[in-house]
Structures are given as structure tokens and as C-alpha cells.
């Protein structure tokens, strides 16, 4: 069993910035495929970001390419999701997921891609 924790949302104006953590328990993280998603209110869970156990794959989604950075750190069980120039419909809670078993990166910008799954952070973006 994996325990993701996320946090670094917040409150933050539009042009700003955000970097989400989410730490996950166990010894087996840096075997685990990472994503991010956001679910805004009244709409279904999207991707956002994934990347491979080794962190040489990384995908995203077209609404957040060239803004955003998901990286991490193996020694720390740490995923992060750096958030630049941060708009108002990226509003939404962030979720934090893993996958324990090899997956294509394809696989990893869907939902049904996830074993795990944290309980999300809140990101308000204000104009």
C-alpha cells in the first residue's frame, strides 16, 4: 500500500507561480510511475502530468505544456509539479497519483493508468 500526501497549493494571483509536492510512503517509489491531475468544479478529473520511474519520460497536457514541470526525486519519494504563469482555469484541486506496475507513457495520461491516489490540494488562481 502507497500513501500519497500533497501540498504547496494556495491562494496566488494570475501570472504566478505554484510548486506541488506530493510525498508517498514505502521503499518501492522509484519503481512507480507519477502523474498529476486537477478536477475543477462541476468538471471531471483531468490529466495534467506524468512521468516514468527513471523520470526520462515526461508527457503533458496541451492546456499546461511550456507552464508547467513535473520532476522527481527518488531519494526524497517526492514528485513535484512546478506551476508557472498560472492562469485562472487552472483553478482546480491537484491529485497525485501512482502506478506500481510498468506502463507506457500513453496509459500514464489516463485515470484508469493509477493504483494510488492522494487526497489532493487546492489551487486558486485569482484575477
Known amino acids: 500500500q502507497v500513501q500519497l500526501v500533497e501540498s504547496g497549493g494556495g491562494l496566488v494571483q494570475v501570472g504566478g507561480s505554484l510548486r506541488l509536492s506530493c510525498a508517498a510512503s514505502?521503499?518501492?517509489?522509484?519503481?512507480?510511475?507519477m502523474g498529476w491531475f486537477r478536477q475543477a468544479p462541476g468538471k471531471e478529473r483531468e490529466f495534467v502530468a506524468a512521468?516514468?520511474?527513471?523520470?526520462?519520460?515526461?508527457r503533458y497536457a496541451d492546456s499546461v505544456k511550456g507552464r508547467f514541470t513535473i520532476s522527481r526525486d527518488n531519494a526524497k519519494n517526492t514528485v513535484y509539479l512546478q506551476m508557472n504563469s498560472l492562469k485562472p482555469e487552472d483553478t482546480a484541486v491537484y491529485y497525485c497519483?501512482?502506478?506500481?506496475?510498468?506502463?507506457?507513457?500513453?496509459?500514464?495520461?489516463?485515470?484508469?493508468?493509477?493504483?494510488?491516489w492522494g487526497q489532493g490540494t487546492q489551487v486558486t488562481v485569482s484575477s
Open positions: 497519483a501512482a502506478d506500481r506496475s510498468p506502463s507506457n507513457i500513453a496509459v500514464l495520461t489516463t485515470i484508469g493508468g493509477y493504483d494510488y
Open positions: 514505502g521503499r518501492t517509489f522509484s519503481s512507480y510511475a
Open positions: 512521468i516514468t520511474w527513471s523520470g526520462l519520460n515526461t
